[in-house]
């Protein structure tokens, strides 16, 4: 029973069109997240999200947005896509009591052409 | 800012040796959590180990221990034991808080690539 779960895995598409990537957590979580992780393998914060706050990285463009339509969910919205956009994008979350780890999905990797 | 520093890009070990990846952080805070991730070519973010930095003893889990020294802001994961599936890049990571609410997120490392040697 996949703890953290984001679809599609892979996506491919064209540069300007606008696509979503879904998350889901069944652990009860209260906070989610989205990083991104280039072609360097580094890991950035890009949201962080706990109900009552929605906190964006100031480096991210507002292209990017997301959408929590209940606790369980946060979708990463991204408009006009760039080929810079090209990485691989993670949703994690976790709680902010307990020992506060983040559980990550699998990750989805966006390839622009 | 917080900053965190992995100085070896690459580091590569004899199967059933022991090695070490180094971590440096940077805060200004007292109390915090340190992490590192393993990431595995099936690029899935897995946890290897947590500190919490009011803890005076080291964590271990298994085969995985850390060096955390407070003071010098130096957070070291050392696997004993080496095996192949240890295989994968390692990310130190530092949970920090976002001034004014509870939202937090983790700064991450640029992560060491593990070798391992058969």
């Known amino acids: 029973d996949t703890a953290v779960s984001q679809t599609p895995k892979y996506l491919v598409t064209q540069m300007g069109n606008d696509k979503s990537i879904k998350c889901e957590q069944n652990?009860?979580?209260?906070?989610m997240y989205w990083y991104k992780q280039d072609s360097k393998k580094f890991l950035k914060i890009m949201f962080s999200?706990?109900?009552?706050?929605?906190?964006i990285n100031e480096t991210v463009p507002n292209r990017f947005s997301p959408k929590s339509p209940d606790k369980a969910h946060l979708n990463l919205h991204i408009n006009s896509l760039e080929l810079g956009d090209s990485a691989v994008y993670f949703c994690?979350?976790?709680?902010?009591?307990?020992?506060?780890?983040?559980?990550f999905g699998q990750g989805t990797r966006l390839t622009v052409v | 800012a917080q900053t965190v520093t992995q100085s070896q890009p690459e580091m590569s070990v004899q199967e059933a040796e022991t090695v070490t990846l180094s971590c440096t952080y940077d805060t200004s805070e007292s109390d915090y959590y340190l992490f590192w991730y393993k990431q595995p070519p099936s690029r899935q973010m897995i946890l290897v180990i947590r500190?919490?930095?009011?803890?005076?003893q080291n964590a271990t889990e298994n085969r995985f221990s850390v060096n955390f020294q407070k003071a010098a802001k130096s957070f070291s994961l050392k696997i004993s034991d080496s095996q192949l599936g240890d295989a994968a890049m390692y990310f130190c990571?530092?949970?920090?808080?976002?001034?004014?609410?509870?939202?937090?997120?983790?700064?991450f490392g640029k992560g060491t690539h593990l070798i391992i040697q058969p």
């Open positions: 990571a530092y949970r920090f808080l976002y001034s004014g609410g509870g939202a937090d997120g983790l700064t």
């Open positions: 999200y706990n109900n009552k706050e929605l906190i």
């Open positions: 994690a979350s976790s709680t902010a009591g307990g020992n506060v780890e983040a559980f």
């Open positions: 500190q919490e930095a009011y803890k005076q």
């Open positions: 652990l009860g979580h209260d906070t």
